[in-house]
């Protein structure tokens, strides 16, 4: 059996939703220190772990991150492979049973997230081709305006205007640019709130 000693820490995640037409940047850092028999099998093991903590991070802020943790978990890393669009690493370090580096990686936004699709992981992607479109989003306030002035300032520092459609009691329907609907929601749920997509739908909650 192999002594390992995994040491993952997870720094520089640059996972984040470009602002007008530029899909989201899936890009992420993982600082790994792995000892193992061999040096080749150390390697191997922390391009594996840092393969799924760069999936993990990269696409939790656009999707149920504990449907995604659970998935990632319970994959092959054959298929996490064809995730990853390019890679590098730096500072790397290697002895006889030990290999430590900076690994980061670029996720392909078409492959992750029909991945996630296939293993239900709710999710707010995008294909990348919505630059053009709007995405109904509604949102249920418990105290209407001290709510709806919180949910305005949370787009508006997220750089996101939100066209009013409807008001129905505590109810705000909302139409977004699609290449925005993931900013908004990871801005959103940053802020405590809680969120689901229902036929396309965003509906947005405390």
């Known amino acids: 059996m192999s002594r390992i000693k995994n040491i993952f820490l997870v720094g520089g995640v640059f996972a984040c939703c470009m602002f007008g037409a530029r899909a989201a940047d899936l890009t992420a850092t993982a600082h790994v220190n792995v000892t193992s028999d061999t040096a080749a099998t150390a390697k191997n093991m922390a391009l594996d772990e840092a393969r799924r903590q760069v999936i993990i991070d990269a696409l939790s802020p656009y999707s149920d991150a504990g449907a995604l943790r659970r998935a990632v978990g319970a994959e092959k ?27 980061t990686m670029t996720l392909n936004r078409a492959a992750a997230r029909n991945w996630m699709v296939a293993h239900d992981v709710q999710n707010w992607l995008g294909d990348g081709n919505d630059s053009g479109n709007e995405s109904w989003v509604v949102v249920t306030l418990e105290n209407r305006l001290p709510d709806w002035s919180r949910v305005r300032k949370i787009a508006t520092d997220a750089g996101i205007d939100l066209n009013t459609k409807t008001i129905n009691g505590n109810q705000m329907s909302v139409r977004v640019p699609a290449s925005k609907r993931a900013t908004l ?20 909650f405390k």
């Open 185 to 204: 929601t990871a801005a959103l749920r940053d802020a405590g709130w809680r969120y689901q997509d229902r036929d396309g739908v965003l509906y947005i």
């Open 77 to 103: 890393a054959s298929v996490l492979t064809t995730l990853v669009e390019s890679s590098s690493i730096g500072g790397e370090k290697q002895s006889d049973t030990t290999y430590s580096a900076n690994i």
